[in-house]
């Protein structure tokens, strides 16, 4: 038995990107959709997973595979507004949220046992979905891999919970590789040692696995294996950055220059920046090439922090006009040393 603790939640919403697409389009849910980006798959919903379809696979290979795929659009807009929404109730549930990325992140829910856990993981599933018109799924567990692998397992639209006497058993027979920041180098490693599962790792003398994985992976497994890995949800208190993002060629904009496209995603992140209650004071734009190119990086900071859109506007236009701009296949717009702006100066307004 390990050291009791406290039930933690990771709560990851559904194929985000085609779930948002697909509240536009209700009807074709039990159809496999797709979301794309550029040429690759960016989401595939599950009858589309079934029909072998999967994330970063080339657009081409999906429809081979999966012959009555439905690609469907979302503007990004509608993404990252549906992402805030979802942080917003996940802030609601939790005095404590860490992000793992737009769509999922751990909670502290302050349950001290696991009944209350579940109920306010589903009180929070029910909510999103009513809110949202998305589903999340819940897994509850006693650490940060406990309650991640319990979110996988209760994928799509479910909750799923690690009790604490079922953690050793499970411990001993995870896989290596699904145990999470293994990448593909570590993985072939522990194989050559003939380590398929944590249990594996009890008979490698803990000098040859530090040889073979490195001193930093090797404690990282340890901990795992013996259940003192990260229990402790880090909250963000507010994002130091914000961006937005348009594409012309995944969303249809032929017709968009540099210009209106650095204006649309101007407005988009200092919206999202002002509701939030957040003030920048710094820029960057990329610019992604229509071609083969490397994404094109502008920056400045040191700007005085100011919601002021005109100030912003200038700003970033002079940034872009900062050298040649390339035709583009889409931009990105990024705000950056966000503060609360009941914590910025007034003078400086
Ligand atoms: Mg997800």
Not at 19 to 24: D, F, H
Not at 77 to 97: K, N, S, T
Request: proline share 7%.
């Amino acid at each position: 038995m390990f050291e009791a603790g406290r039930p933690l939640l990771h709560a990851d919403a559904d194929c985000f990107f085609a779930s948002v697409a697909l509240r536009r389009r209700p009807d074709l849910r039990a159809r496999p959709v797709a979301v794309v980006n550029h040429v690759f798959v960016a989401s595939a919903n599950y009858p589309a997973r079934a029909g072998g379809v999967r994330s970063a696979m080339l657009v081409q290979e999906a429809r081979h595979r999966c012959p009555e795929l439905v690609v469907l659009d979302v503007p990004y807009a509608e993404v990252e507004e549906v992402g805030d929404a979802l942080f917003e109730i996940f802030h609601r549930f939790a005095p404590a949220v860490e992000p793992g990325s737009v769509e999922e992140a751990f909670l502290d829910v302050g349950a001290e046992d696991w009944p209350a856990a579940l109920d306010t993981a589903q009180a929070l599933r029910k909510q999103v979905q009513q809110e949202l018109g998305i589903t999340v799924s819940v897994g509850v567990g006693r650490t940060k891999l406990m309650a991640k692998l319990a979110s996988r397992a209760a994928k799509p639209d479910g909750l799923y919970s690690i009790a604490l006497q079922d953690e050793p058993q499970l411990r001993a027979d995870l896989p290596i590789g699904q145990v999470w920041g293994v990448g593909q180098k570590t993985f072939a490693r522990l194989e050559n040692l003939d380590v398929q599962r944590l249990a594996d790792l009890d008979r490698i003398p803990r000098a040859q696995l530090q040889q073979v994985c490195g001193t930093t992976m090797a404690r990282r497994l340890w901990q795992i294996r013996a259940g003192t890995d990260d229990a402790r949800v880090r909250p963000v208190r507010h994002r130091d950055s914000l961006s937005a993002e348009s594409s012309i060629a995944g969303y249809g904009r032929p017709d968009h220059s540099p210009e209106q496209l650095l204006t649309l995603c101007l407005e988009r992140v200092l919206h999202r920046a002002e509701k939030a209650g957040l003030v920048g004071n710094g820029l960057t734009l990329t610019l992604q090439p229509a071609g083969e190119e490397l994404p094109l990086r502008r920056k400045q900071s040191g700007f005085t922090a100011t919601a002021d859109r005109s100030a912003w506007q200038s700003a970033a236009d002079r940034l872009l006009h900062a050298g040649p701009v390339p035709p583009l296949a889409g931009l990105r717009v990024t705000l950056t040393g966000l503060l609360p702006a009941d914590q910025v100066p007034q003078t400086l307004f």
